[in-house]
């Protein structure tokens, strides 16, 4: 069952870990993405003239991690392919947009992307890209995310919640279900992210394999 709750709102941003710049120009964008490289820790997200500079945190890191075992878990019982991008930069000049998901993947298009560079003017993007919200933006990142097409994005929570959310008629609308994995129990996957707390990672994602290997059967 789906709902027309669109993607959430940007919400206040972390001083400690975050730099806004205003006015700047993607001609001046690019030129600084060239100066520091790709060697870097921090993140980037520009929407039209405004940009966001992160610094990722423990608590932010560690359930997009376990996520991407998760989905690497999903995609091995289902004997499929998958083609695991990290924080891909994804960009398109036409539309002054920027960014670098937390994680993000192909997987129901990986055939037609495998092997090649994820130029967005002439590959599809990714199906799904995760971002774990611990850390807050000032942008409106879901709204860079349908600009540029993506099917599918998770957000982890700051309430240890998981929201799933489609791309429909260019917007994102919630939903209880995964394009990707639509047998997924989305709902449980926080619990086995606590659990990594008490049992250990490896632990979590032996048991988050044992459960999907459950309803598959």
């Known amino acids: 069952m789906q709902s027309t709750i669109l993607a959430p709102k940007p919400q206040q941003v972390s001083p400690e870990n975050c730099i806004i710049l205003r006015n700047l120009s993607w ?17 980037f997200t520009y929407d039209r003239g405004v940009l966001e500079i992160r610094m990722p945190l423990e608590e932010h890191e560690e359930p997009k991690r376990l996520i991407e075992s ?43 992307v495998r092997g090649r560079s994820i130029n967005l003017d002439e590959v599809l993007p990714p199906d799904l ?12 990142k879901a709204s860079i995310y349908a600009a540029l097409g993506v099917p599918e994005l998770w957000r982890y929570t700051t309430k240890e919640t998981l929201e799933v959310y489609q791309l429909m008629d260019g917007e994102y609308q919630k939903s209880d279900k995964s394009l990707a994995f639509p047998f ?25 394999r044992q459960r999907i290997r459950e309803i598959l059967d």
Do not use: Y
């Open 27 to 43: 001609s001046t964008f690019t030129t600084l993405l060239v100066e520091v490289g790709e060697n870097r820790a921090c993140r």
């Open 70 to 112: 998760f989905v690497e878990a999903l995609v091995d019982e289902l004997e499929i392919e998958l083609r695991s991008l990290g924080s891909l930069s994804l960009k398109r000049e036409d539309l002054s947009r920027f960014i670098e998901p937390d994680t993000c993947f192909s997987i129901q298009n990986e055939a037609l």
């Open 129 to 140: 890209v995760v971002e774990s919200d611990h850390t807050h933006s000032s942008i409106d």
């Open 184 to 208: 997924l129990p989305v709902d449980a996957i926080p619990g086995f992210i606590e659990q990594s707390k008490e049992i250990g990672q490896r632990s979590a994602v032996r048991l988050f």
